[in-house]
């Protein structure tokens, strides 16, 4: 193992050097001929046909927990560990210097398996646009071009900090509207309102009405219970037999019908919106800056009408699954930790005293906000993995892991540990501030949206939503929670919300707070 691990130290000596290495083809073969076999890979005993899918069926492992089942794979068998559900094997990555690895080897066109197996298939049997997570290569590469500069850019995404901010206010308001004894009675879902009338001013140009009662909050709350049944559902069959896939099982009845309502609302608000940008342009030879969003889609010749329904679908809907618990776990850490909070309402006073009103340079005045965000991403992380396929061989761990292979990076396992973050159970936005006496962390350990090209695309709307809203919220109330002895856990359904309500408690402030 070390022999192995000294002759790679070598290898890559040689590959980041500037100078050509003769002996570089050699390194390489000695490297992998010494590495152990892939069958070697340790793991859970597996069964013919079933591979390690009985674990799950019998209870054995809890799917609901399975960010729990990670950490236990990682303590038994270390920090490569292979898995195989039915047909499909999995290589578990939990060491930070692999998961770099795998990152450093990608190239420009990374491949990856789906979040959710069931959205491809829908998507394929509708024979709709796939999207960017659900493919790969040249397709891939033809989307993500399309929308490179208008989601990933911090200026581009800037333009609809005035709408976010509006609706940022109006949710305050709304929250305060509906308090009942300082409790809000399903505090998710009125946090998914918030996200869905925040995304659809970006993607429609237009306020939906999420938050307002009447018709449209119920089509909210539909899209809100409609998508909770496709991610719950799709958590459940990722760890099992796919007889989905070949027989409309009633899961996958359920899934299509949740689907298709979504689906069918996004396309609405799209031609909707579609409609009204032609009949500018036609009357008044101009565009709105509030149809950005769509009106850059269109100007692309490389997106088909589907392409630009399937890409305002992912914008308006991810955010239910990603910014929502985000936004929950934010809220739990304030106010279980009334110190830390204290201190991001002094910062946002302090910003008061200069500005009445924020704007997107004020945001860069808001560190400590933006510490807090990234704390609380890594005491509750959204996601238990990021998958890849590999596109070459690799060794990790000492292993040789081949092209091809489906490989999971889970760096989670480590957010709490005193190995690689000290005091890692105190919840310590300060650790991220600049200038700290600990900021020197693995940077391949919290990645929240993920890494290298294939970072998630709407990771600028999404920091931007949240710094804005809990500057508003922090300004308006002091919040605390009610059972403080009981830690919020978190549940697997795709991706991970809160197990149970969070029962914040929301105080207005005095002047003098």
């Not at 420009?108 to 790969?136: H, W």
């Not at 004894?181 to 009338?197: C, M, P, T």
């Not at 693995?442 to 090209?453: A, R």
Request: glycine content about 6%.
């Amino acid at each position: 193992m070390a022999a192995v691990a000294k002759k790679y130290f070598l290898l890559q000596k040689h590959l980041n050097s500037s100078k050509p290495c003769l002996g570089i083809h050699l390194y390489v073969r000695s490297a992998h001929k010494e590495a152990k076999p892939f069958q070697s890979i340790p793991g859970p005993v597996r069964l013919p046909l079933w591979g390690n899918l009985l674990h799950y069926k019998l209870g054995v492992f809890d799917v609901r927990k399975y960010h729990e089942v990670l950490e236990h794979l990682h303590k038994q068998y270390g920090p490569i560990v292979r898995e195989t559900i039915g047909s499909r094997t999995v290589v578990h990555v939990f060491d930070p210097d692999d998961i770099k690895e795998v990152y450093m080897n990608e190239g420009q066109t990374p491949f990856v398996a789906p979040l959710m197996e069931t959205a491809q298939l829908y998507r394929k049997q509708k024979n709709l646009s796939l999207g960017l997570g659900n493919v790969n290569g040249e397709e891939w590469y033809r989307l993500r071009s399309a929308v490179r500069h208008l989601m990933l850019k911090p200026q581009e995404v800037q333009v609809y900090f005035s709408a976010v901010r509006e609706i940022a206010i109006d949710f305050v308001s709304h929250i305060e509207n509906i308090l009942v004894d300082g409790k809000v009675e399903n505090l998710r879902d009125e946090v998914s309102k918030w996200a869905q009338e925040s995304a659809g001013a970006i993607c429609f140009g237009r306020r939906l009405g999420c938050l307002n009662g009447g018709e449209m909050e119920n089509v909210a709350q539909k899209i809100i219970a409609a998508n909770k049944e496709i991610f719950q559902l799709s958590g459940n069959l990722k760890f099992s037999l796919p007889v989905y896939k070949y027989f409309h099982t009633p899961k996958w009845k359920r899934i299509t019908e949740a689907e298709n309502f979504i689906y069918r609302t996004t396309e609405k608000y799209v031609e909707q919106t579609i409609d009204e940008v032609k009949t500018i342009i036609e009357k008044e030879n101009r565009v709105e800056e509030k149809y950005q969003f769509i009106t850059h889609l269109l100007s692309k010749d490389t997106l088909s009408r589907d392409d630009i329904i399937i890409i305002a679908f992912s914008l308006f809907t991810d955010g239910l699954s990603t910014t929502v618990p985000a936004l929950l776990y934010n809220l739990y850490c304030l106010a279980t930790n009334p110190e830390v909070q204290d201190k991001a309402y002094a910062e946002i006073e302090l910003v008061l005293k200069e500005t009445d009103t924020i704007t997107a340079d004020v945001l860069n005045k808001l560190p400590y906000i933006k510490a807090i965000v990234k704390e609380t991403f890594r005491f509750y992380p959204i996601g238990t993995e990021v998958s890849r396929i590999i596109q070459k061989d690799l060794i990790l761990s000492g292993y040789h892991v081949p092209k091809g292979t489906h490989v999971d990076l889970t760096p989670n396992v480590h957010l709490q540990s005193e190995k690689y973050f000290n005091d890692a159970r105190t919840y310590l936005p300060d650790r991220w501030l600049r200038g700290h006496e600990n900021t020197n962390y693995h940077p391949y350990l919290l990645t929240p949206f993920g890494h290298g090209t294939r970072t998630c695309a709407g990771r600028r709307f999404a920091e931007q939503d949240l710094y804005i809203v809990l500057f508003y919220i922090l300004q308006k109330f002091k919040l605390e929670y009610q059972n403080n002895n009981k830690s919020l856990e978190q549940v697997f359904e795709t991706l991970l919300f809160p197990d149970g309500p969070v029962d914040v408690i929301f105080k207005q402030r005095s002047n003098n707070a």
